[in-house]
């Protein structure tokens, strides 16, 4: 079993213990590289150690731990978000978070991080060329294939679907929605609405109340309907 090098940040001294207890009881091979208690500490921290994983506060002191991931265009280490705040999940997703931990968390929520981190380090997904989905879109004139970063979202119309780009462009793909739910990986895109599937990282905003809605990258919003609100806010909260 290979070891994970691991850096805690958090500017709460109680919950830095904390986790660095569950992180020994866990099941896995644990190398702590050190911790720290602010941003600017994180980042030299970071750098010098060249950790496997960042636990990583949202909040600290009176900055936010995003900044710490900012400094890194080229991160080679995973990120697991510590916090008690859920309403930063969609911010989490758009960092390419590992996982989510809500405190209080507990040593089976550390073991899932874990696995999580493990399970992509084997798969080798700080490689995205290795990785990279790829979905193949039959037009009415030729077959396409396309990026999975590169959908924001699909809206269905009975036996077609358009897929809306980054750069505004747009392809109309002669299946339905449905034929796109099966084959495009639930841990990258969702089905929101009966007309809409999104792809998770380009949700900017989630609205929840009576009409709930989704802001995405390109500023459109989307109406989620309301038997998928359910899978939407656990997709987003864990």
């Known amino acids: ?5 691991c850096v805690l940040v958090d500017d709460e001294p109680h919950a830095r213990g904390l986790l660095r207890n ?30 496997d994983v960042v636990f990583l506060d949202i909040r ?3 900055r936010l ?9 080229n991160r080679g280490f995973k990120v697991v978000f510590t916090t008690a705040y859920d309403h930063y999940a ?5 960092y390419g978070a ?13 073991e899932e991080a874990l696995a999580r981190c493990m399970a992509e380090a084997t798969n080798g997904t700080n490689n995205e060329e290795a990785n990279q989905t790829i979905v193949s879109i039959q037009s009415r004139s030729e077959t396409l294939r396309i990026k999975g970063s590169d959908i924001l979202y699909l809206t269905g119309s009975g036996s077609y679907t358009e897929f809306y780009l980054k750069g505004g462009k747009t392809v109309l793909a002669s299946k339905a929605l449905g034929h796109f739910e099966k084959s495009l990986p ?23 109340g009576a ?11 989307l109406e989620v309907g309301r038997t998928y609100k359910p899978k939407l806010s656990s997709i987003l909260s864990s």
């Open 211 to 221: 009409k709930s809605s989704v802001e995405m990258a390109n500023s459109v919003k």
């Open 65 to 73: 731990g995003f900044e710490v991931l900012d400094k890194f265009t």
């Open 90 to 94: 969609v911010d989490a997703f758009k």
């Open 1 to 5: 079993m290979a070891t994970l090098k």
């Open 98 to 110: 590992v996982h989510y931990l809500l405190k209080p968390y507990d040593l089976p929520a550390v």
């Open 186 to 208: 639930e841990s990258e895109f969702i089905r929101i609405h009966k007309k809409h599937m999104v792809n998770i990282r380009q949700i900017l905003s989630y609205e929840r």
């Open 22 to 51: 569950l992180l020994n009881q866990s099941s896995w091979k644990i190398d702590i590289a050190g911790e720290a208690a602010d941003v600017d500490t994180a980042m030299e921290l970071v750098a010098l150690e060249k950790p």
């Open 60 to 62: 600290i002191n009176e």
